[in-house]
């Protein structure tokens, strides 16, 4: 099964772009997705829609322990360290993120396949 982890910005409103990638999974594909509202929520809501498995992960007790404010980098490792052959990330200024972008860093580092949408 392709596990497929799709993030991006807080502020991201437009669910068309994420319907479109996310139809174009083969089916049984999985989807993980993160604990922020936009990118994250729209991702496992929109996964449900077409049918596909949807695994939400958040933020936990170790990920403050070890990165206090930046716990989110704790949720991209384990997000990556699930087994992800795929990043979709919809952010429109991916070049200033930092989750996003640690997460596409991380998985470029590891040869996964990383996917930006602008818009």
């Given amino acids: 099964m392709t596990r497929v982890i799709v993030a991006g910005a807080v502020a991201w409103t437009d669910v068309d772009a994420i319907r479109r990638e996310l ?3 083969p089916a049984g594909a999985i ?3 993160g604990d922020s509202p936009g990118a994250d929520a ?3 809501r929109v996964a449900a829609e077409l049918g596909l498995a949807v695994e939400p992960m958040a ?4 990920d403050y322990a070890k990165y206090k404010r930046g716990a989110w980098k704790g949720l991209n490792e384990r997000m990556l360290a699930s087994g992800a052959a795929q ?3 919809f952010h429109p200024a991916f070049e ?3 989750g996003s972008g640690h997460l596409a860093g991380l998985a470029k580092a ?3 396949e990383v996917s930006v ?3």
């Fill in 23 to 25: 139809a174009k999974l």
């Fill in 31 to 33: 989807v993980i997705h």
């Fill in 42 to 44: 729209l991702a496992g």
């Fill in 59 to 62: 933020k936990n007790k170790a």
């Fill in 87 to 89: 990043v979709l990330v």
């Fill in 96 to 98: 200033k993120s930092r």
């Fill in 110 to 112: 590891a040869g996964v």
């Fill in 117 to 119: 949408f602008t818009e």
